[in-house]
Nanobody
């Protein structure tokens, strides 16, 4: 397990919002692409958003596009995910990770944070 630590999850009603944070000790956000992943019960972990801090280029999975916003606070070396208009299918454990040039995770998975959206 790495030192990556996601936080900010909890129980949210459908249509509500949540803001996740991820501390990324050990490397500088400005130097790498980073992303958010989530894993729903019984499903594989999937990438949902990523950002390249050097040029603020972002990518979102279709399932979250227009509702989620990824951002990188380089000064605090913290990655955030603002989630709006939440749906029950957004429920799962959310993780962050550093990415390769192909968008695949680099580091061992750290601490995730549970988000549960009630219908």
């Amino acid at each position: 397990q790495s030192d990556l630590a996601a936080s900010g999850g909890g129980l949210v009603h459908t249509g509500g919002s949540a803001r996740l944070s991820c501390a990324v000790p050990g490397f500088t956000l400005a130097d790498y692409a980073v992303g958010w992943f989530r894993q729903a019960p019984g499903l594989e972990r999937e990438g949902i958003a990523c950002i390249s801090s050097s040029d603020d280029d972002t990518y979102y999975a279709n399932s979250v596009k227009g509702r989620f916003t990824i951002s990188a606070d380089v000064a605090r070396n913290t990655l955030t995910l603002q989630m709006n208009s939440l749906k029950p299918e957004d429920s799962g454990v959310y993780y962050c990770n550093r990415l390769t040039n192909r968008g695949t995770p680099v580091l061992p998975w750290g601490q995730g944070t549970q988000v549960t959206v009630s219908s």
